[in-house]
Nanobody
Framework: QVQLLESGGGSAQTGESLTLSCTVS????????MAWFRQQPGKEREGVAV????????EYGDIDVGRFTITRDKSKLTGYLQMKSLKPEDTAVYYC???????????????????WGQGTQVTVSA
């Protein structure tokens, strides 16, 4: 059974950086694609970024693209979301999701994704 474990969240000051990790277990490969979503307080979950595991193709949601970078290490079954120049509005719970038999659109019903992590809190103070 696929399990996802996010880590790397925590508290940061405005302008600092954090890198989130999402490690896949229970299977021998990462799947077709991995996506990161976030849910800001009082808002719906939104897509942040996706990476296609085999070719490394990436797509970003409606965010400051220059501040976020998604990568993956297939050998470690781990994906990363690097966040730079953090702002208070980046405060959210960040979730990763993977797909094995589908693609990873960022603007889709959340039920499209079958495998989610538990989320990791990121809090950015001014």
């Amino acid at each position: 059974q696929v399990q996802l474990l996010e880590s790397g969240g925590g508290s940061a000051q405005t302008g600092e950086s954090l890198t989130l990790s999402c490690t896949v277990s229970g299977v021998s490969y990462m799947g077709n694609c991995m996506a990161w979503f976030r849910q800001q307080p009082g808002k719906e979950r939104e897509g942040v970024a996706v990476i296609y595991v085999n070719n490394g193709a990436t797509e970003y949601g409606d965010i400051d693209v220059g501040r976020f970078t998604i990568t993956r290490d297939k050998s470690k079954l781990t994906g990363y979301l690097q966040m730079k120049s953090l702002k208070p509005e980046d405060t959210a719970v960040y979730y990763c999701a993977v797909q094995y038999d589908r693609n990873c659109p960022l603007r889709v019903a959340l039920t499209w994704y079958r495998n989610w992590g538990q989320g990791t809190q990121v809090t950015v103070s001014a």
